[in-house]
């Protein structure tokens, strides 16, 4: 069965960075994107980016909004893939999520990981 | 950016009547060339992530219940529950994914009465 298993809560200081990993397992890693979306404390979710595990060269697309501060990457011998955001502010306190890409929609997210930023 | 706009923000709804949920987008997400509406309809209840019910605007997802449906074209679109049960308590979400960055609607609280 597919799934998607995220690494846990993270408290950061403001101007840090984190970074979150994203285990697959049960399908084929490279055969699909793997989107990231965050959600605010009780906002909707916001889209953050995808990327192509199967491009040589890392294939992303970033939302402009985190464009100068987002990096997402993956690392296909493990099947995980990565988002790291950089200059961490107050209303960057969210819960973030993987989500696997599909042409139709995301079909399965991870369990969330809740980022908290707090001086 | 498209701006995706819910209707309504809350709704309570009887047991076993319909709920219906709105959305609208700031401008088409139609694809001509083969005719598809890039939108989806997620179902969030807390402390979940958003789990996807209707893709294509009208395709339900594998092991969604037959009650949730999806319709529309172009920029106006609908979810419809013809039976509420207790377990569709929840807040609802519409996506576009026709272009980057991947919008949301504000969501739909739906509440039983």
């Known amino acids: 069965q597919v799934q998607l298993v995220q690494s846990g809560a993270e408290v950061k200081k403001p101007g840090a960075s984190v970074k979150v990993s994203c285990k697959a397992s049960?399908?084929?890693?490279?055969?699909?994107?793997m989107h990231w979306v965050r959600q605010a404390p009780g906002e909707g979710p916001e889209w953050m980016g995808w990327?192509?595990?199967?491009?040589?060269?890392?294939?992303?697309n970033y939302a402009q909004k985190f464009q100068d501060r987002v990096s997402m990457t993956s690392d296909t011998s493990i099947s995980t893939a990565y988002m790291e955001l950089s200059r961490l502010r107050s209303d960057d306190t969210a819960v973030y999520y993987c989500?696997?890409?599909?042409?139709?929609?995301?079909?399965?997210w991870g369990q969330g990981t809740l980022v908290t930023v707090s001086s | 950016d498209i701006v995706m706009t819910q209707s309504p923000d809350s709704l309570a709804v009887s047991l076993g009547e319909r709920a219906s949920i709105n959305c609208r987008s700031s401008q088409s997400v139609l694809y001509s060339s083969n005719n598809n509406n890039y939108l989806a309809w997620y179902q969030q209840k807390p402390g979940q992530p958003p789990k996807l019910l209707i893709y294509w605007a009208s395709a339900r997802e594998s092991g969604v219940p037959d009650r949730f449906s999806g319709s529309g074209s172009g920029t106006d679109f609908t979810l419809t529950i013809s039976s509420l049960q207790a377990e569709d308590v929840a807040v609802y979400y519409c996506q576009q994914y026709y272009s980057t960055p991947h919008t949301f609607g504000q969501g739909t609280k739906l509440e039983i009465k």
């Open positions: 049960g399908y084929t890693f490279i055969d699909y994107y």
């Open positions: 990327i192509n595990p199967k491009s040589t060269s890392g294939g992303t």
């Open positions: 989500a696997r890409g599909r042409n139709s929609g995301t079909d399965y």
